[in-house]
Every structure is written in C-alpha cells, then in structure tokens.
C-alpha cells in the first residue's frame, strides 16, 4: 500500500490491499475499483474554496450575481449556496438518482473513478440534486469538485469544478406573473412526450420554465463577459432533463461549451418529494468559464502553486477585472508510443478489454502534469491476422520550466514499461 503525503488533499488517502481510505472513510476495494494515488492526491484540495483562486473567484462572482438579482420575498437571497459536500458519493447518487439506467455508457468503469462498484468521485455536481430537493430546497447553486477519465488536452483534465443550479417552480411562482395565469396549470394527463415537453408538463408551463432558464442563464455570462459576448443554444440529451440544451460560447474564433440544463424530469422531483413543482437545472463548468474570462490557455494551470499564476488573482474587490498575463510558454517535446493490442475479447460485465482511456490513464497517472496532450495518431489492423496496433503521440510540457529530453525519456520509459506490464499491450518500441 501507499501512503500519501498530507499536504493539499484529504488527510490520510490511502490505497490499500484491501481498501481505499478517503476522509478517514474506508472502502473495499473490489473489481471495479480504479482510483489512482495521482487522482487522490487532489481529493481536498478544494480549489474553488482557496481565497482568491480564479475558480474561487468565478464562484464568488456568480454567488454575488445570484444574491443581487434574485431576491426572496423577505430581501433574503432565494439561491442558497452550498460547496462543501463530499465528492465521495454512492453510485445511486450520480447515476441512479439522476434516472441514468444501468448499463448506460456514463457508468462505464473506463469514463469513472470508482472507489469500488457502489461508491465512487462524483462525476457531475448533479449527483446532489436529488438529495438537496429532497431537504426541501427551492433555490440552490452548488460548487464543487468532479472526476472523470477522460482524454487529455488543453480543455480537458481528470478533475474539473462545476456549479449546479437549480430552481422550482409551484403553479402559484411560474404564473402569477401571466395575465389570468390562474387558470393555467403545471401539469396535464394523458400527453404524450415531444421534443418540446415532458408526457406530464404542460407546454404553457414548460415554455416559461426554459424561457427562466435561458434567460437567467444569458444574464449571467451577460454580467460575467459583458454583452458582447457571442453565445448559441443547442439541443442536446440528458436522461435527467427534457428538453435539454448546451450552451456555446465563442473563444479564440471556436465554439465553446459551457454548460449543459433543461427542464427537470418530473419523475426525479416526484421522487424527491416536489412532485407538485416543476424545475429547471444547469450545470456549468467553471473551468471553461475562467478559460474565457480570464483567457488561460490551458487547465492544468489551476493546479498551479506558482506566486506568478496566483497573485494575478489577488485583487481587492471581486469584481475588479483581472488582467491575466501569460506565463512565458516552455517549449514542447513530443515521443510516440505504439503497441499492438491485447486480443479483444470482452471480459466480465461492464469491463472492456483494453479502452483508450485506460492508457490515458496510465499517461497521466505516471507524466502527471508533464503531459499536455495525448494523441491517437495511428490506428491499424493487420490485414491477415487481424491484430490491431495503435500510435498515440504524448506532447510532454511543463507550465512553469523547460524540461530536458533526459527526463522525458525517462518518464516516456516508465510509460512503455507499465503500458506492457499494467495493460497487456506488446511494445514496438
Ligand atoms: C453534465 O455534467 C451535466 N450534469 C450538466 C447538467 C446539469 C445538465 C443539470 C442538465 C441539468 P457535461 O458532461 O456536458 O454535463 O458537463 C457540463 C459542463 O462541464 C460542460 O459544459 C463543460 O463546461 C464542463 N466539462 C465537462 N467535461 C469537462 C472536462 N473534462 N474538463 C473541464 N470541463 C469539463
Ligand atoms: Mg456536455
């Protein structure tokens, strides 16, 4: 077993024989666990709870423009705000909860990091929208830290920060503001499901739910960019909402996606207890925000401990713009990796043979933060035995030094090594 060291992360995280201990919390390992010491190594930290951390301030910034825009009957702020709930959660709770059925591709052993086959890092913050409708909340933004495998590159790292919102509505809230809006209502029998609506939803009520929605959502990259900004909407699936959408920013002449929402699926709040309600629900990833508003070209700098990254975010009063000037660029050094594959035959339910996201994995999990892109840059199966070999290009880059190919190697080596030892792949080295 390995004992980490205590600084930046949750006291104690061990990987054991036989279990995986997070905040003093013990979990047996079994077949599905995958959690990796560089994975835990970040459990704690906590960025967007660090005074003055750019997702920090992102955070402060949209908490104040919820506090000022919508206030309760009494002055008091109707969207609490909660950002301290353990990413450690049950599978019910980021799958289950959320309608996500088994088997879905989302609850893949190779897209997650499991603690074991009923606990694991929550994928999304929506792994708590159940649970706080359920303690009765009408209003919430919720922050914190997510996990998933994934590939890597400038926008993409394994752990990321969302806020969730959520809001619901009684039939007396959505349409008191409508002429004779007293003789509407929320909910219809016997409709049928369409792109538009819920079987249950009215489309008078639907219709004002996402127009809240997208207006909200519109006035809050208004209040965070400026009006200038170029958004899009765009439709799009979540098991959890219906309709469901993305939307796009535009950044360094790209598309960009912020954030997914929709219409909360009725039988999520019927089985949290606010069956007479009806909701909306976003999730945005406040990495991808910071990217654009304080134009970081890249994700791993959140990570970083450097004074010349964290003082730039010092500023007295939130909402004083940050000028963010780039660290000088270190140059790039680039080693290619190919293997031929281990047979593919699928093993035990719900595990694959070999994923790409498993090299990536291991990629990360011995580069760490060295790596800045993995690549496939080759994907060929042999004409006669059917044997399938793959290229991947690892572009190698420090943040903050130039490395030396010496070290590179070294780290390129260890990556060989394990890919044969850890994922049954035959070098061609
Ligand atoms: C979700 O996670 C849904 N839970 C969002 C949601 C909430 C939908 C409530 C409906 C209602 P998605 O996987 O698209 O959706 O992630 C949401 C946002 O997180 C993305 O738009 C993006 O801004 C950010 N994000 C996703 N993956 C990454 C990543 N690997 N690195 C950084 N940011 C990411
Ligand atoms: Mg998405």
């Keep these: 077993w390995r004992r980490l060291s205590t600084k930046g992360h949750a006291p104690q995280s061990v990987i054991g024989q036989d279990s995986v201990q997070v905040f003093g919390q013990s979990y047996p390992r079994d077949d599905f666990t995958n959690v990796t010491p560089k994975i835990l190594e970040k459990v704690g930290r906590n960025l967007h709870n660090q ?4 997702l920090w301030l992102i955070k402060e910034r949209i908490k104040a423009h919820f506090y000022s825009s919508f206030v309760g009957r009494s002055g008091n702020p109707l969207f609490s705000v909660h950002d ?5 959660v049950t599978t019910e709770q980021n799958f289950d909860s959320l309608l996500i059925p088994p088997g879905h591709p989302s609850r893949k052993r190779g897209d997650n990091y499991y603690l074991n086959r009923a606990t694991m890092l929550r994928a999304h913050t929506s792994a708590h929208q159940r649970d706080l409708v359920r303690s009765g909340l009408d209003a919430f933004l ?3 830290d997510v996990y998933r495998r994934d590939e890597i590159d400038a926008s993409h790292y394994p752990v990321f920060h969302q806020m969730e919102g959520v809001r619901l509505f009684s039939n007396r809230q959505l349409f008191s503001r409508v002429q004779n ?10 409709g049928r499901r369409s792109p538009e609506k819920q079987e249950t939803h009215t489309l008078e009520a639907v219709k004002l739910v996402e127009f809240d929605l997208k207006r909200t959502l519109t006035q809050l990259v208004s209040y965070l960019f400026g009006a200038d900004l170029e958004i899009r909407w765009v439709d799009c699936y979540f098991p959890f909402t219906h309709p469901s959408f993305e939307m796009e920013v535009r950044f360094q002449g790209d598309w960009m996606e912020v954030l997914g929402c929709g219409v909360m699926e009725q039988e999520l709040l019927n089985s949290a207890g606010a069956g007479d309600k009806l909701g909306w629900a976003f999730g945005l990833g406040l990495e991808r925000l910071a990217m654009v508003l304080y134009s970081i070209p890249d994700i791993r700098l959140f990570w970083s401990r450097d004074e010349r990254f964290l003082k730039q975010f010092r500023v007295q009063d939130i909402h004083q713009p940050v000028c963010f000037q780039l660290l000088s660029k270190y140059p790039p050094l680039h080693n290619d990796i190919s293997f031929w594959l281990p047979d593919g035959k699928e093993s035990e339910a719900g595990r694959e043979s070999f994923t790409e996201n498993d090299f990536y994995e291991l990629v990360r999990s011995i580069g760490g933060d060295l790596v800045e892109k993995v690549s496939l840059v080759d994907n060929f199966t042999h004409p006669k035995t059917g044997r399938r070999s793959q290229c991947y290009r690892i572009i190698y ?4 030094r130039t490395l030396t190919q010496q070290e590179v190697r070294r780290v390129h080596q260890q990556i060989e090594q394990a890919a044969e030892s850890e994922l ?3 070098g061609r080295f």
């Design 397 to 400: 880059r420090h943040m903050e």
């Design 424 to 426: 049954g792949v035959q």
């Design 142 to 144: 919720l922050a914190g």
């Design 181 to 190: 809006g007293g003789e509407l209502s929320l909910f219809e029998r016997g």
């Design 51 to 54: 005074s003055h951390h750019p």
């Design 84 to 88: 301290n709930l353990s990413p450690v």
